[in-house]
């Protein structure tokens, strides 16, 4: 069937999504164009769902709900595995601000014992 194989890739750009070393602004770009699509697919399949039925048959899925709902899981898939990338690099920033203010701290402390007044 069609709609397995459009999930399974979707599943598969997930995974090398996931993989990918940094955040760029192509990345941002892509994300912004996806929220837009999907936007105004959902807009569209309020405004007409029929058109969710004749896709579903188009891809081979019973039913427009069921397109949906498949849909959904994917793209719940790709927002999840970009929070957790978020957050790995937000994670590593800390890491990195709170090491820089340790080593400042250590050489402020050390200037300040080699000065004649301390």
């Known amino acids: 069937m069609l709609s397995q194989w459009i999930i399974a890739g979707a599943l598969l750009l997930a ?17 912004r164009l996806f929220i837009v699509l ?9 405004l007409f ?3 969710t039925n004749i896709a579903a048959r188009f891809l081979g899925i019973g039913r427009g709900a069921d397109l949906l709902l498949y849909s959904f899981v994917v793209f719940a898939l790709f927002y999840a595995v970009y929070q957790y ?9 800390t890491t990195d601000l709170a090491r820089a203010l340790t ?3 250590a050489q402020l402390e050390d200037k300040l ?5 301390g």
């Open 15 to 31: 995974g090398v999504y996931l993989l990918k070393a940094r955040r760029s602004a192509n990345q941002q770009a892509i994300r």
């Open 38 to 46: 999907a936007l105004i697919g959902g807009f569209l399949a309020v």
């Open 49 to 51: 769902p029929e058109y």
């Open 85 to 93: 990338r978020r957050q790995l690099w937000q994670e590593k920033v």
């Open 103 to 105: 080593l400042t701290q």
């Open 113 to 117: 014992k080699d000065s004649p007044e």
